[in-house]
């Protein structure tokens, strides 16, 4: 996968995208040279701001606790990706479109590009900085998947557009949330 395609398929509504389907990657070959690096940036960056500046806002916790955190978050998003490659192919049946399973784990695999890289916003150890960084990757990600939603799915019509592209998003955030109270009672598990 070439990184200096993903600023294309933010302000292109084809150029990006229309690189990946000709590339065609395969979900394995997808999974383990892309999924599987971007999946490491948010434990490896949270457990640099632990080790670099721990303390308020992050918990007083220890290395080992922290790498136990890490790890969870890891292989929560390392199984939340091919997850979601399924609920998208089955939320196309809402505008009548049956992506393969190829195409919609291409989507959910490229969609929360900017939330694995927002972490490396950890190195400013500013929390409002953070928190805005993140902010800016979510919105990034709603843009690849309004921008992506007609190439996965084939579509023509802009309202359809709009109903697939609104689907994905819900389904997009409900999976964060998941993630992230996963995150929260691992969290604390470890604390307790």
Not at 51 to 62: A, D, M, V
Request: aromatic share 12%.
């Amino acid at each position: 996968m070439n990184p200096m395609m993903f600023p294309r398929m933010l302000t292109s509504h084809g150029e990006g995208w229309d690189w990946l389907k000709r590339i065609h990657p395969s979900v394995a070959k997808l999974y383990f040279l892309y999924v599987i690096p971007m999946s490491l940036i948010p434990p490896a960056m949270l457990l640099y701001a632990w080790r670099t500046y721990g303390g308020p806002p992050l918990p007083e916790i220890t290395l080992g606790e922290a790498w136990f955190l890490a790890v969870v978050f890891f292989t929560a998003e390392l199984v939340m990706v091919p997850i979601m490659g399924r609920v998208l192919q089955m939320i196309g049946q809402v505008v009548d479109a049956s992506p393969s399973y190829q195409d919609a784990f291409t989507l959910a695999a490229v969609v929360p590009t900017p939330l694995w890289l927002a972490p490396v916003a950890l190195f400013v150890p500013s929390l409002v900085f953070n928190i805005l960084m993140m902010l800016l990757a979510l919105a990034c990600a709603a843009v690849l998947i309004f921008q992506g939603v007609d190439r996965t799915y084939d579509l023509n019509d802009e309202g359809h557009s709009l109903l697939l592209g609104g689907s994905v998003f819900a389904a997009g955030l409900v999976a964060w949330v998941i993630m992230l109270v996963l995150a929260f009672v691992t969290w604390g598990t470890v604390l307790a």
